[in-house]
């Protein structure tokens, strides 16, 4: 069993920057970000295939969302920049059974963390 811890979420003015963290437990090859804004559908930010690193963005992502990690404490990031506030949304992180975007690819998820970004 996979468990996710987030971290990092806040509020932040438009222009500025967040870390999230997702700290997990147990094996998990792909590891993602997913968001989801009030009224909207949950939507898929980016993927990481965690033994070699390779990544995978949304198309919204732009540039300004970068996903990392950190093997050695089973630790992935996502570093968002310039944030405007339609990034204002419930950020989760999820261990999915694919290297995939989609919801319907997640086995686990974490408890999420707010992010508000204030124009």
């Known amino acids: 069993q996979v468990q996710l811890v987030e971290s990092g979420g806040g509020s932040v003015q438009a222009g500025g920057s967040l870390r999230l963290a997702c700290r997990y437990t147990?094996?998990?090859?792909?590891m993602g970000w997913f968001r989801q804004a009030p009224g909207k559908q949950r939507e898929g930010i980016a993927t990481?295939?965690?033994?070699?690193?390779?990544?995978y963005y949304a198309d919204f992502a732009g540039g300004r969302i970068t996903i990392s990690q950190d093997k050695a404490s089973n630790t992935v990031y996502l570093q968002m920049d310039t944030l405007k506030p339609e990034d204002t949304a419930m950020y989760y992180c999820?261990?999915?059974?694919?290297?995939?975007?989609?919801?319907?690819?997640?086995?686990?998820w974490g408890q999420g963390t707010q992010v508000t970004v204030s124009s």
């Open positions: 999820a261990g999915l059974k694919t290297f995939s975007l989609a919801p319907t690819a997640v086995s686990y």
């Open positions: 147990g094996s998990s090859g792909f």
């Open positions: 990481i295939w965690t033994p070699i690193g390779n990544t």
